[in-house]
């Protein structure tokens, strides 16, 4: 990126501290992305893909050059680092991102596109030209004219999700460590495998050891996440009886088309991802498997609200008990697990957390946008843990998706937050929080 082009109009960015943190967080976005870190939900290892420790070695080193000199890689591919603060009695703050990538498109031979001074108009990814990204579908990119707007070439994830937010919190901590204002003690963790669900399967709070901390894993700008979806996972087992075709008159039960009769039995034009928004729940079957003699379906139930959540699954055993009752000697079994809870209840435990993240999105310059998040975060699950973690946002756009795009000026914005935050908790002195 052109250096003097990107500080000559200053008035893109959100604020000062952003248009000085831009170029350090490109810089650094752009390193990462080039590095293939994709999950996978096949391997039932831990990180269940080795090479996400590419990126985690890297920046093990980079947090040392910058002066986190106890940045370290955990036995199961945590980066942790700390920056001491400078003010006695302030709390140790969580900055969190991922290393890892979707396993929905390749995450192989990354090619970032930085179009700079986005004139408007559709962009046409030069490695596949059927993927544009058309502004009249998308309104966040109409909104960025004149942002430097980074891609993949449409061959691949770009992979802002959540590289996005690990440039911004390695540039914020490089910067705070030549920093002189006041700040609080910073706890620097990337961890591995969000994407398939086990971000923080083996993340020691106690090793982290942090008050409270903030994921940034979000995308639009002045995002700030305090509620998420609750969810279980559930496992409906059909058991029929199996015989030979050839001699099954009378006795064949046949458990695929039984539990065939329990999808189409889910609702349809409503409590289905593809009819619902907002706050509106679902039970979606997501996999089926199985034989005449037996049959599995697994399905994910989600809402923000846990009453609901258990009327869901409540609805599935009774469609089950229905499907079966009609066959005598057939049988079902449904096994649920609790997958993460909507981190609202215990966030609303500690407002001032999510206070102080309101306030630093309004000292980067950015109005802060309340949203829900219909899915999960890293934070969810640390916050049912007990380290309460709001998640903000990266400036990308359109996860998971070949048209994955980030602003730099967006970028930079949730750098300069991160930095806001921990100079805002170290001017709050003990016992009076932000
Ligand atoms: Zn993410």
């Not at 831009?22 to 269940?48: E, K, M, N």
């Not at 700008?221 to 029929?240: C, H, P, R, V, W």
């Not at 999510?354 to 306030?359: I, L, N, P």
């Amino acid at each position: 990126m052109a250096e003097a082009a990107s500080r000559s109009n200053g008035a893109r960015y959100a604020g000062p501290l952003a248009a000085e943190l831009a170029d350090d967080v490109l810089a650094r976005f752009l390193r990462y992305v080039v590095i293939d870190t994709q999950a996978s939900v096949d391997s039932t290892g831990y990180p269940s893909s080795a090479k996400q420790l590419d990126l985690s070695r890297l920046l093990v080193e980079e947090l040392r050059e910058i002066g986190l000199e106890d940045a370290e890689l955990t036995e199961h591919g945590y980066v942790f680092a700390t920056l001491p603060g400078t003010v006695e009695g302030a709390p140790t703050v969580g900055l969190i991102a991922h290393v890892d990538t979707a396993p929905d498109e390749p995450g192989t031979g990354v090619a970032p596109i930085v179009h700079h001074a986005y004139a408007g108009g559709p962009i046409r990814l030069p490695g596949d030209p059927t993927q544009v990204l058309d502004p009249a579908e998308l309104p966040h990119l109409a909104e960025r004219v004149g942002h430097d707007i980074v891609t993949s070439d449409g061959t691949t994830l770009l992979g802002a999700d959540d590289k996005a937010g690990v440039a911004e919190i390695v540039a914020a901590v490089a910067y705070l460590a030549r920093d002189t204002a006041p700040r609080a003690t910073v706890r620097v963790g990337f961890t591995v495998d969000e994407e398939v669900g086990r971000g923080t399967d083996h993340f020691d709070l106690e090793r982290f050891g942090a008050d409270f901390a903030y994921t940034f894993d979000g995308s639009g700008l002045g995002e700030l996440e305090t509620e998420t979806f609750s969810a279980d996972q559930l496992k409906l087992t059909i058991k029929g009886v199996g015989v030979h075709p050839g001699t099954a008159k009378g006795r064949l039960v046949n458990a695929v088309k039984l539990l065939a009769d329990v999808v189409a039995a889910l609702p349809r034009d409503s409590l289905s991802p593809e009819t619902t928004e907002e706050r509106e729940g679902f039970v979606h079957p997501a996999r089926i498997v199985g034989t005449t003699s037996s049959a599995t379906l697994v399905l994910i139930a989600r809402d923000h609200d846990d009453k609901k959540l258990a009327e869901h699954v409540e609805l599935v055993r009774r469609l089950a008990a229905e499907v079966v009752a009609r066959e005598p000697q057939a049988s079902f079994e449904l096994e649920v697990e609790e997958q993460y809870r909507n981190m609202r209840v215990a966030l609303d435990r500690h407002p001032e957390v999510v206070a102080a993240a309101e306030t630093a999105i309004r000292r980067a310059g950015v109005e802060p946008v309340h949203s829900i998040i219909r899915g999960g975060t890293d934070g969810a699950r640390l916050t049912e843990r007990g380290l309460p973690t709001p998640n903000l946002f990266t400036g990308g756009q359109d996860y998971h998706s070949l048209r994955e795009w980030a602003s730099v000026q967006d970028m930079a914005a949730a750098a300069a937050t991160a930095v806001e935050l921990i100079r805002l908790w170290g001017e709050s002195v003990a016992g009076e929080p932000g």
